[in-house]
């Protein structure tokens, strides 16, 4: 597993490939002598990049505690459900096995953030130009978000970046089972260790990225999730950066990145 250190920073929201490869190239020379102190690492073909949207492609503006009590009834019904969940709440699964009248009105609550999130919907720094870079390497980009259609649509309209398939949570089951993954790499004809998946959550992107057998990167803004080597095996991601700007590196460094073959 690779951390790449200090940000990479690229300049304004937009494709700009001589500062951008400047910048990356200074960023890069900034880590190889980490990087020449660890284990070689094979550099499979990356043909697709998988994305999460909420935390990862778009700055976090959902407050997701005050949602949870709310929710499911207070601070108690809280802190119970993250207890259950060794410190982390699932609250799709939750509600699942809820009466209709309940269910109803949780997901009332549910869509109500949302939107309120929607209304403030912003761009994370380095999504475009890490986009435009996949686009001028042939390399596909996807998304899966347990977040509804309409948020998916909203971001496709709003910051005019498409993903293909981009995958809501009306795709079931929802992450972090590896099926939408999976129902990516079919649709792409690519299979899965050609792929990675990036995303801000352990829990659902990076354990959805290992069931499926792809490659994982971990976007931890505040590091918050601690050091590498203090994870689960079953929650480690290969890689974990605190930018996507970032991603840059990891992809240049780790991988060969091939262009996907004309059809």
Same mark, same amino acid.
């Given at each position: 597993?690779?951390r790449i250190p200090g940000p990479l920073l690229l300049g304004?929201?937009?494709?700009?490939?001589?500062?951008?490869?400047?910048?990356?190239?200074?960023? =890069?020379?900034?880590?190889?002598?980490?990087?020449?102190?660890?284990?070689?690492? /094979?550099? &499979?073909?990356?043909?697709?990049?998988?994305?999460?949207?909420?935390?990862?492609?778009?700055?976090?503006?959902?407050?997701?505690?005050?949602?949870?009590?709310?929710?499911?009834?207070?601070?108690?019904?809280?802190?119970?459900?993250?207890?259950?969940?060794?410190?982390?709440?699932?609250?799709?699964?939750?509600?699942?096995?809820?009466?209709?009248?309940?269910?109803?009105?949780?997901?009332?609550v549910i869509a109500r953030f949302e939107k309120e999130g929607?209304?403030?919907?912003?761009?994370?720094?380095?999504? /475009?130009?890490?986009?435009?870079?996949?686009?001028?390497?042939?390399?596909? &980009?996807?998304?899966?978000?347990?977040?509804?259609?309409?948020?998916?649509?909203?971001?496709?309209?709003?910051?005019?970046?498409?993903?293909?398939?981009?995958?809501?949570?009306?795709?079931?089951?929802?992450?972090?089972?590896?099926?939408?993954?999976?129902? %990516?790499? /079919?649709?792409?004809? %690519?299979?899965?260790?050609?792929? %990675?998946?990036?995303?801000?959550?352990?829990?659902?992107?990076? =354990?959805?990225?290992?069931?499926?057998?792809?490659?994982?990167?971990?976007?931890?803004?505040?590091? &918050?999730?601690?050091?590498?080597?203090?994870?689960?095996?079953?929650?480690?991601?290969?890689?974990? =950066?605190?930018?996507?700007?970032? =991603?840059?590196?990891?992809?240049?460094?780790?991988?060969?990145?091939?262009?996907?073959?004309?059809?």
């Amino acid at each position: 597993m690779l951390r790449i250190p200090g940000p990479l920073l690229l300049g304004p929201q937009r494709l700009l490939l001589g500062p951008l490869a400047r910048g990356r190239r200074a960023a =890069v020379a900034g880590v190889r002598a980490a990087m020449s102190s660890a284990a070689p690492r /094979s550099r &499979r073909p990356l043909r697709g990049v998988v994305f999460d949207m909420d935390g990862t492609l778009t700055v976090p503006v959902i407050d997701f505690p005050a949602m949870y009590r709310e929710v499911l009834g207070g601070d108690e019904a809280y802190a119970a459900a993250r207890a259950a969940g060794g410190g982390a709440v699932d609250i799709l699964h939750c509600i699942e096995g809820w009466a209709p009248d309940k269910q109803r009105h949780a997901y009332e609550v549910i869509a109500r953030f949302e939107k309120e999130g929607l209304d403030r919907l912003q761009i994370m720094p380095g999504a /475009s130009e890490l986009c435009g870079f996949l686009d001028t390497k042939q390399i596909r &980009r996807g998304l899966i978000t347990r977040n509804v259609k309409d948020a998916v649509d909203l971001f496709h309209q709003k910051f005019g970046m498409t993903f293909a398939p981009a995958l809501s949570r009306e795709f079931r089951p929802y992450k972090p089972d590896p099926a939408p993954l999976l129902h %990516i790499c /079919s649709t792409w004809n %690519i299979p899965p260790h050609e792929v %990675i998946m990036v995303g801000d959550s352990l829990k659902d992107d990076i =354990v959805c990225g290992k069931r499926a057998g792809a490659s994982t990167c971990l976007l931890d803004e505040t590091g &918050r999730y601690g050091p590498h080597d203090s994870l689960p095996e079953e929650v480690k991601p290969d890689f974990m =950066v605190s930018s996507l700007t970032e =991603v840059f590196t990891v992809l240049e460094e780790n991988f060969d990145l091939a262009p996907v073959p004309a059809e």
